[in-house]
């Protein structure tokens, strides 16, 4: 230690250690004895200065910093390294932290594997375990492997051997699918659309399970009779063909009844109830139901056959050999026929007004003439 010990002292220095500062009671040190230290032949100062300049200074050795303990920079300890005992830290808290270097290399701890590779003016390269995976180009990037994201946006144009089985949700426009690749079509699956004849090749069906069979969509071929049942003049339209009778059975000559199908009976329009009166026409061809038609006054009666001419007594007014009533006042009136089913006018029914006689005898009739219809089903 210093000289001051055989100053404070009588007895021999060397024999006294373990000194605390805060026990040296009276007396002075001067700084040339603090200047000294056992064994340096100069000053501590110029030791030190010799050491680490004020002005720079050359280590030609190691220097060892414990855990935690800082190297700090800038006026207010701004970068900060240090090693925390378990991570290697660089804390820089006021602006950037800049690496300046042409070739930037990351490597591992042992300094025989490349993490990452950054050159100035080429490839920015990420690496794993040795291998290139991204590689940065001067149009963008190439991937060595698989690219994993949770979406993707976009151009697509450049993509290229797409997997279509990886398409779990959305529509591919029609424009993308070229048919003739694709195989394995589930017709199930059409739910609009025509499928042209020469797709369909020659299927084989069990029409049993086949129902709702629409006949004006059989374009050729023949019908077997025993298809066909329960067939009536209901279901026909239209001029039938020309038909060989010799095969014909079950058809009557003549109707069974008056009232059956192809029965042909006289009818007349009357006015319904206290109705006022009107006129009415009905054509041939006209098809109606006798018993429940009605229109505006009229109704459809059965013909009274006792009737040859019509005429009024008193004046004597005739209406010649047609068949039919008159009257004066107004409609002869009646009630509908019992008559069911579809009829067609073959001669038409006609009720209306007519004006006859000359000056004061002149009078208005109203009259309704019997016609013919047939029965049709």
């Known amino acids: 230690m210093a000289t001051y010990e055989s100053k404070k002292y009588s007895h021999t220095g060397n024999l006294i250690t373990n000194l605390q500062s805060p026990n040296i009671a009276d007396g002075t040190v001067s700084d040339v004895e603090f200047q000294r230290l056992d064994g340096v032949t100069s000053d501590i100062q110029t030791q030190i200065n010799g050491r680490v300049s004020p002005a720079g200074a050359t280590f030609t050795g190691d220097l060892d910093l414990q855990d935690n303990v800082r190297e700090r920079f800038g006026n207010s300890q701004d970068l900060q390294i240090y090693h925390n005992g378990t991570n290697s830290i660089i804390d ?8 300046n270097a042409d070739v930037l290399q990351l490597k ?20 794993f375990n040795g291998s290139t995976k991204i590689s ?3 149009t963008g990037a190439t991937i060595n492997g698989t690219a994993t994201a949770t979406t993707f ?101 003549v109707p069974s009844a008056t009232t059956s199908i192809g029965s042909i009976m006289p009818f007349m329009l009357k006015r319904s109830g206290n109705s006022s009166n009107g006129s009415l026409t009905l054509s041939a061809g006209t098809e109606v139901t006798p018993s429940t038609y009605t229109s505006g006054i009229f109704v459809i009666s059965d013909y009274d056959n006792s009737l040859s ?3 009024k007594a008193s004046p004597n007014y005739a209406m010649g050999n047609t068949k039919g009533f008159m009257g004066i006042s107004q409609q002869t009136s009646g009630s509908s026929t019992s008559k069911t089913g ?23 009739y109203y009259y309704s003439i019997m016609g013919l219809m047939q029965r049709i089903s």
């Open 153 to 253: 946006s976009g151009s697509g144009a450049s993509l290229t051997n797409l997997d279509a089985s990886n398409l779990s949700s959305g529509t591919v426009p029609n424009a993308r699918i070229q048919g003739a690749n694709l195989t394995g079509l589930n017709a199930s699956a059409l739910d609009s659309g025509t499928v042209p004849n020469a797709r369909y090749g020659t299927p084989t069906f069990n029409g049993s399970q086949i129902t709702n069979l629409n006949g004006s969509n059989i374009a050729s071929g023949t019908v077997a009779d025993a298809r066909i049942s329960t067939l009536t003049s209901s279901k026909l339209t239209g001029a039938l063909p020309a038909l060989d009778g010799s095969a014909l059975t079950g058809i009557e000559s």
């Open 92 to 99: 820089n808290s006021t602006g950037q932290l800049i690496i």
């Open 309 to 311: 001419r019509v005429e």
């Open 342 to 364: 579809v009829w067609r006018v073959i001669d038409p029914l006609f009720a209306g007004s007519a004006t006859g006689g000359v000056g004061n005898g002149s009078y208005t």
């Open 136 to 138: 940065t180009t001067n």
């Open 108 to 127: 591992n701890g042992a300094s025989n594997a490349t993490l990452a590779n950054l050159n100035q003016a080429g490839a920015v390269n990420l690496f």
